[in-house]
């Protein structure tokens, strides 16, 4: 993987914005995958799904989180802004 270069982004977390550190931290396959920090806690690590482009999944989480899919929706969709700047 050539950048793995963090970031931090924006997305709304039930109509308020949030901030997130982003850190793409491996590829397999063609699949990036990204980790997830909010106040330097990983939180999960998300990736595209490879079915449905513009859909994003939970690679990894701790058990016990509950992490809504509008969430990461939200924040792949900032990653997709992000890289196409």
């Known amino acids: 993987m050539s950048d793995t270069t963090a970031f931090k982004i924006s ?4 109509g308020s914005l949030q901030q997130a550190r982003i850190q793409p931290c491996c590829r397999e396959d063609n699949i990036v995958d990204y980790a997830v920090y909010v ?5 999960f690590t998300i990736a595209r799904d490879p079915a449905r482009y513009r859909h994003w999944l ?17 924040i792949g ?5 992000r ?3």
């Not at 939970?58 to 939200?74: L, W, Y």
């Open 58 to 74: 939970i690679a990894m989480k701790n058990a016990d989180d509950e992490i809504s899919d509008e969430i990461v929706q939200s």
């Open 77 to 81: 969709r900032e990653i997709d802004n």
């Open 11 to 14: 997305y709304s977390n039930g």
């Open 83 to 85: 890289k196409t700047r």
């Open 39 to 43: 106040e330097d806690k990983l939180l």
